[in-house]
Structure formats: structure tokens, C-alpha cells
């Protein structure tokens, strides 16, 4: 199943991809969120390695950060339930056309450069605090 392009302006599909090739994820964990939710118990310490899904062990707090950062740039969201939030992840439609743009260019897990880890910091911790946007 293909997904509809959005109409996205460069520099908002650049820092995506930026912040996917910095993240330390997998494809197949975004791949899975495509399809089904993701728990973050799925995610942390070692279950995430033994999955597929990040390159090393992650505690919950630094699981969770990196995926805060993804859903800041667009490419995750938190699943909802009848309760509200929950502590699972699911891809939102830019995530989805992400994926489906590497998975057709056969290059699922391609890591960042030093400059994509250097931009992609400055994106992510010298960011406006959103009160003042």
C-alpha cells in the first residue's frame, strides 16, 4: 500500500531524514510502526537490540528522548487509547512516505555523517523553546 505524498518543503524532509539517519533506530523498528504500534518496553535495553530494531542497548529515558525528537520533526507519534497517551509509537503519514521512499531505494539503514550529526544536533538542542515560536 502507498501512501499519498504530502506536500512537504525540503527543509522539512531534510531534517526528517536528517534526525531518522542520527537516531539510534533501525529501519525495521520504523518499518514495524508502519504497520502496528511499538511499546517502548519493546524498545529499551537489550529487547531493543535482540528485535532489530536499535544499534545498541537504551535505557527508557534515552529510548524515549530519541523518540520525542522524532516526534518533534514529524515522523513518530504517541499511540493514543480511551485513557489518553500511552507509552507506544506509531509512524505518522511523513514517516509512513519516509519509508517507503528508502525501502524503494534499497538503502533501509543508512546512518548519518558527522555534518548530518552536527546539524542534526543543533536542530534538536538549540531549537526556540516552543513558548517563544
Known amino acids: 500500500m502507498t501512501s499519498t505524498s504530502l506536500p512537504l518543503s525540503p527543509k522539512i524532509l531534510a531534517r526528517a531524514k536528517r534526525a531518522v539517519r542520527c537516531a539510534p533506530f533501525y529501519m525495521k523498528l520504523l518499518a514495524t510502526m508502519r504497520s ?71 538503502r533501509p539503514d543508512s546512518t548519518g555523517s558527522p555534518l548530518d550529526y552536527l546539524l542534526n544536533a543543533r536542530n534538536r538542542w538549540l531549537r526556540l523553546p516552543t513558548w517563544l515560536s
Open 36 to 106: 502496528q504500534s511499538v511499546p517502548l518496553r519493546a524498545i529499551m535495553d537489550a529487547r531493543g537490540m535482540l528485535s532489530g530494531y536499535t544499534r545498541q542497548p537504551l535505557s527508557e529515558v534515552a529510548a524515549d528522548n530519541h523518540l520525542g525528537w522524532l516526534i518533534t520533526v514529524g515522523i513518530v507519534r504517541r499511540e493514543v487509547d480511551g485513557q489518553g497517551l500511552t507509552d507506544s509509537f506509531r509512524l505518522t503519514p511523513i514517516g509512513r512516505q519516509l519509508v517507503e521512499q528508502w525501502e524503494a531505494a534499497g
